[in-house]
Every structure is written in C-alpha cells, then in structure tokens.
C-alpha cells in the first residue's frame, strides 16, 4: 500500500519568510519619516507638480490675452512695401516672372505682459475690386517680446501677382497697375484673430529705382 500523500506539508521556511517581510514593513514605519523611501518618492513628485504648474502659468496663463487685448497691444511700425519677382514662369505659352505684393514690418509690444508665439497673417487685395491677390503666413516671436520691445523685422509676401516678360516690362506698363492693399491680422495662443492694420502697398518693383506713380 503505497504511503498517503500529504497535500499541506508544514512550511517552516516560508512562514519564517513571511515574518521576515513583516519586520521589514514594520521597520519602514519605525525610521523617521525623512529616512522612509516613499516619504521622499512623494516629494518627488509634488516637487515635479509644482514645477509644472510654475512653467504652465508663466508659459500659459501669463502669457494669454483676448482678441481685444492682443489688438491692443501690437503696434506695427517702419512699414515699407514693394513688388517682389517670386517666380521664374517657363510654360509654353508664356516665359517671364511672377511679380507679387510684398510688406515688411517691426512689431513693438505696448502691453504690460510678455508676448510670445504671435501668428501673422497678412491678406493682400486689390482696392478697386476687393479681389483677393494672395496671403502671406508668418509665426513670430518665438521668444518672448518684454513690454516696451520692439522685433526684428517681419515679412509677408502674397506669393501670387502679374506676370510679365520681365520686372521692367512692369514698370513700362505702369498705366495698368491697379491699387493694393494689406491688411494684417494676429494670433497668440488661443486669442483667436484681430485685425492690426491695413495699408497701402507701394508700386516699387525690388531691384528697379523706379515708384510707379498712382493717379
């Protein structure tokens, strides 16, 4: 007869392990608070919190502003504007180049707050008819601008204008030039658009000592 098989066998080495790792848990409670590990992973962690929450609000919630406030606190300054060759056209019905409305300015920051990430938007017409020429996308102020600073300067180019055999085909035919416009727009963060300014573009072709006169 075969021997009978005890299926619980004392277990002396494990219930001596067992009271080994309730020393263990009761030691952790017995040190000063300063020398227990999760003391110090919980430091840890709130120091990471309030560190993110310190570069939220200076990244975030100083820097945010209203469409009104933004409109407010951008002033465009030493604005100039020409005619630009943007494209070189070699179809085969046509050779010449693409000349396009271009405007550059510097933006000074007049509010109390640092501004930073500002999108600019630049819509270019045509002032007889509305028409639209083309728009020009920037993102400045990549770095903060502190109140009372001014940029370095900004351009906005429409990309799409009149063809011409050349840019002095442009000038000889000046009678034709029709009057344009830019009018600017800017976003920071989540302000939405507001409308900065609207200006003429000058009839200055780039590289041609030549303003088109208008009537």
């Avoid at 109390?112 to 045509?126: E, I, N, P, W």
């Avoid at 009149?162 to 442009?170: D, P």
Wanted: a neutral charge; proline letters at 4%; aromatic letters at 12%.
């Amino acid at each position: 007869m075969s021997p009978e098989v005890n299926e619980y066998p004392d277990q002396p080495a494990d219930k001596a392990g067992a009271q080994a790792q309730g020393e263990e848990i009761l030691e952790e409670y017995r040190r000063p608070f300063w020398q227990n590990s999760k003391f110090w992973l919980w430091a840890v962690l709130l120091l990471v919190l309030a560190v993110f929450a310190l570069v939220y609000k200076k990244t975030v919630m100083n820097t945010a502003m209203t469409r009104g406030e933004l409109q407010a606190a951008l002033e465009l300054f030493d604005i100039s504007s020409q005619w630009k060759v943007t494209a070189q056209v070699n179809d085969e019905d046509f050779q010449g180049v693409v000349l396009a409305p271009e405007v550059s300015f510097r933006l000074r920051n007049v509010s109390q707050k640092d501004l930073s990430y500002v999108f600019l938007l630049g819509v270019f017409r045509f002032m007889d008819t509305g028409k639209l020429i083309g728009e020009g996308y920037r993102m400045a102020l990549r770095q903060p601008l502190p109140p009372g600073a001014s940029s370095e300067r900004i351009i906005l180019n429409a990309g799409f204008g009149y063809r011409a055999t050349s840019a002095v085909a442009f000038e000889k035919n000046r009678q034709n030039w029709r009057n344009a416009s830019c009018e600017v727009f800017a976003k920071s963060h989540n302000s939405g658009f507001a409308r900065i300014k609207t200006f003429y573009i000058s009839r200055r072709i780039e590289g041609l000592d030549v303003e088109v006169e208008i009537r």
